[in-house]
């Protein structure tokens, strides 16, 4: 009963930005943790950014002043500002949001389809 859905990936020239959003929606009672991953192909997926429910964010050092996460409760969407991008960057992105749900009564982990980020030399 709980969907997350990404948007904003693209191709982009190095140097250039990029912001990602994910939406979740259905029958939430509260999101605790989101975060932002990422995955190459041959490579484990890898924690970019996370954001607590009180706002405290951790960032991997490979980001860490280039990307900036943030989340609106409100609309129950967090973001991933990316700044300075290198071709390093590329991957498909994955949100993720732990979510109390009220339809099935429980808490767990949900994952967005994934968003393919390009970023060119």
């Known amino acids: 009963q709980v969907q997350l859905v990404e948007s904003g990936g693209g191709l982009v020239q190095a140097g250039g930005s990029l912001r990602l959003s994910c939406a979740a929606s259905g029958s939430i009672f509260s999101i605790n943790a989101m975060g932002w991953y990422r995955q190459v192909p041959g490579k484990q997926r890898e924690l970019c950014a996370s954001?607590?429910?009180?706002?405290?964010?951790n960032y991997a050092d490979s980001v860490k002043g280039r990307f900036t996460i943030s989340r609106d409760d409100a609309k129950n969407t967090v973001y991933l500002q990316m700044d300075s991008l290198k071709p390093e960057d590329t991957a498909v992105y994955y949100c993720s949001a732990n979510v109390r749900s009220y339809v099935p009564l429980r808490t767990r982990d949900y994952w967005g389809q994934g968003t393919q980020v390009t970023v060119s030399s």
């Open positions: 954001i607590s429910s009180g706002g405290t964010t």
